[in-house]
T-cell receptor, first 111, second 119 residues
Framework: RKEVEQDPGPFNVPEGATVAFNCTYS??????FFWYRQDCRKEPKLLMS???SGNEDGRFTAQLNRASQYISLLIRDSKLSDSATYLC????????????FGKGTLLTVNP | GAVVSQHPSRVICKSGTSVKIECRSL??????MFWYRQFPKQSLMLMAT?????????EQGVEKDKFLINHASLTLSTLTVTSAHPEDSSFYIC???????????????FGEGSRLTVL
C-alpha cells in the first residue's frame, strides 16, 4: 500500500459546484497534514493545514480522521480560479522527519 | 511570508555536463531542505533530505553520486546533477522547513523550481 494515496482525477465540475477530495495515509505515526495547491508548471503552495478538529478557511474545509487514516478537502461554490492540482501532504516528525506527497488530484472548474 | 529562492529557473545543457541548482531561504534559517523532481503530470517525488552540516539522506532509488547535495549553511542547499543525461531532464524543486524562530508549523516553503533540459 502506498504511503499516501489520493483520489484519482481528474475532476471536472461546473462553477458553483461543491467538490471533495480524499486522501488516505498508511503510517499511523504520521503527525502533520496539509493540502497544497499546484498550478500548472508552478511550485506547490500551501492551501491549508489540516487539524484534528477540522478547520475551515472560507470556501475550503479540511478534515482529518485519524482512526481511519484519511484527510479530506471540501471546496464549496467552486470558482474558475480553483482549477489546479491539489496535493495532500503527510509528515512524520522527530529526528526522522519525512514528508510524503500524494500524487495529486487535478480539478478543472468549467464556466 | 517566508521566501525560498531557487536558481536557475531554467537550464539547458549538453549531455555529460554537470548542472548545479541553488536553493536559498531568504528570510529564515532552514536546517532542513528537501529536493524533489517532478515529471510532467506526476506528483513531486522526494529525492533527498538535506541537513545543514551533515550528509544528505537519499530516498531509495536515488543515486547519491549522481545527485550531489551540499547544505553548507543554514540558508543554502545545492543540488548538482553530475554527468547529466537526457533522462535527467525534469522539473527540480526545493523546499525548506522553517525551524528557527517562531513556531515550527511543519509548513514547507518551496522554491520556484528549476526546469532542466539535457540535450
Amino acid at each position: 500500500r502506498k504511503e499516501v494515496e489520493q483520489d484519482p482525477g481528474p475532476f471536472n465540475v461546473p462553477e458553483g459546484a461543491t467538490v471533495a477530495f480524499n486522501c488516505t495515509y498508511s503510517n499511523s505515526a504520521s503527525q502533520s497534514f496539509f493540502w497544497y495547491r499546484q498550478d500548472c508548471r508552478k511550485e506547490p503552495k500551501l492551501l491549508m493545514s489540516v487539524y484534528s478538529s477540522g478547520n475551515e478557511d472560507g470556501r475550503f474545509t479540511a478534515q482529518l480522521n485519524r482512526a481511519s487514516q484519511y484527510i479530506s478537502l471540501l471546496i464549496r461554490d467552486s470558482k474558475l480560479s480553483d482549477s489546479a492540482t491539489y496535493l495532500c501532504v503527510v509528515t512524520r516528525g522527530g529526528s526522522n522527519y519525512k514528508l510524503t506527497f500524494g500524487k495529486g488530484t487535478l480539478l478543472t472548474v468549467n464556466p | 511570508g517566508a521566501v525560498v529562492s531557487q536558481h536557475p529557473s531554467r537550464v539547458i545543457c549538453k549531455s555529460g555536463t554537470s548542472v548545479k541548482i541553488e536553493c536559498r531561504s531568504l528570510d529564515f534559517q532552514a536546517t532542513t531542505m528537501f529536493w524533489y523532481r517532478q515529471f510532467p503530470k506526476q506528483s513531486l517525488m522526494l529525492m533527498a533530505t538535506s541537513n545543514e552540516g551533515s550528509k544528505a539522506t537519499y530516498e531509495q532509488g536515488v543515486e547519491k553520486d549522481k545527485f550531489l547535495i551540499n547544505h553548507a549553511s543554514l540558508t543554502l542547499s545545492t543540488l548538482t546533477v553530475t554527468s547529466a543525461h537526457p533522462e535527467d531532464s525534469s522539473f527540480y524543486i526545493c523546499s525548506a522547513r522553517r525551524t528557527s524562530g517562531g513556531a515550527d508549523t511543519g509548513e514547507l516553503f518551496f522554491g520556484e523550481g528549476s526546469r532542466l533540459t539535457v540535450l
